[in-house]
């Protein structure tokens, strides 16, 4: 990854970038903002600067994360009683060389692993001082990458803590994570902390015309849903079918909420639909809820004669979108987006599914007819 290939972010760039000129390259690092904002791969083009000026050809190397002085850690499960991230390295590598904005999400499911804990361990830090407690094999700076440093278990984080009060020479120690708030103060007190930014729409909509060739005005509906967040922007770039999915359920679940109240019937339509997005992988169906979130927030701009921020409306179907944002209002759109942001937790926190989106499905029922 070298800095012409990183979206945006020119003035982290030039910090970083003259902070290895001036010579005051600190040996503790954390990168904070959203993995879709460009943490990893900024982290990655600062490895490549600073080995390329050792060695000139430890660019390419580092590109493909294969360089002896690059080491990486980050969340992987226990498998077989082995937490080590080299046994998971070659997933990560693939995932991060084809997709360097990828998040934990992700990762998660690129693993197949979204019933499982994903952490850093003990175990991972030692092995880690064992590998910086030699020497480095060109004879300059090694470098450790932390992805998800927020992920790592008490016992790692203490063990950590050790690591970077008293690193072995020459060695620079790059943290990622999403928030500094699941890091303990002492390993951040220790570290400096650089914000990532969100990127600006100018530069995701250069990214993504420039690169991807979407036209004018697909960048405009992927740049207000992505806000700043690359990752995203390419997920609903190649979403187009998926999205005409969300589109149909979408409908579908509306549709049987409006006629529960006159057709209890209807209930068990609204259990079958609870059925079949409970099947899918836990990134898509909170992708979905999100999804979800927004169509009713446009719903809501609509009905308060707003409709220049409307960005995006559903038509397809027969579906009535004028007629349905008129049901969407202050008296309920706060309900419906709490029931949704709970739905995301439960989701999150491995609730059963089947119950969180049956539950979600029988409460719109109840909400979308209030009026006051």
């Given amino acids: ?85 080299k046994s998971k390295f070659e997933s990560f590598r693939d ?50 990458i932390v992805w998800r440093a927020d992920k790592m278990n008490v016992a790692a984080a203490n063990k950590f803590l050790k690591f970077l009060e008293e690193p072995p020479a020459k060695t620079v120690i790059i943290l990622t994570a999403e928030s500094s708030n699941d890091i303990l103060p002492t390993i951040l007190s220790r570290t400096q902390i650089v914000e990532v930014p969100r990127i600006t729409d100018e530069d995701l909509e250069q990214y993504l015309t420039s690169r991807h060739s979407v036209n004018a005005e697909k960048a405009k509906e992927i740049i207000h849903e992505a806000q700043g967040n690359i990752n995203d922007a390419l997920k609903l770039l190649r979403s187009g079918s998926k999205n005409e999915e969300f589109e149909r359920l979408f409908v579908q679940w509306v549709r049987d909420a409006f006629q529960v109240k006159k057709k209890p019937q209807q209930l068990r339509s ?7 997005i409970a099947g899918w992988n836990r990134e898509k169906q909170k992708n979905f809820l999100d999804y979800c979130s927004e169509i009713f927030r446009l719903a809501l701009l609509q009905n308060y004669q707003s409709e220049n921020l409307v960005y995006k409306k559903i038509n397809a179907n027969g579906f009535n979108w004028p007629g349905f944002s008129k049901f969407i ?44």
């Fill in 1 to 85: 990854m070298n800095w012409e290939h990183i979206a945006g972010q020119e003035n982290l760039k030039k910090l970083l970038r003259d902070s290895i000129d001036e010579n005051r390259v600190s040996h503790a690092q954390l990168f904070v903002g959203k993995e879709g904002y460009g943490t990893f791969p900024l982290a990655l083009a600062y490895a490549r600067e600073i080995l390329q000026r050792e060695h000139e050809h430890a660019a390419s190397k580092v590109e493909h994360l294969n360089h002896l002085d690059l080491h990486f850690s980050f969340p992987v499960y226990t498998d077989n009683k082995n937490s080590l991230s």
């Fill in 95 to 144: 995932m991060m060389i084809s997709s360097p904005y990828s998040s934990y999400d992700d990762w998660t499911a690129f693993l197949d692993s979204e019933n499982k804990q994903l952490f850093i361990s003990a175990d991972e830090v030692d092995d880690q001082n064992q590998k910086f407690s030699l020497k480095s094999f060109e004879g300059g700076t090694k470098i450790l």
């Fill in 270 to 276: 609204i259990i079958s639909w609870a059925r079949d």
């Fill in 329 to 372: 209002s202050g008296a309920n759109i706060e309900s419906i987006l709490e029931e949704i942001n709970t739905a995301d937790l439960h989701l999150t926190r491995n609730g059963n599914p089947k119950i969180i989106w049956t539950d979600l499905g029988i409460k719109l029922s109840r909400y979308i007819h209030k009026s006051t």
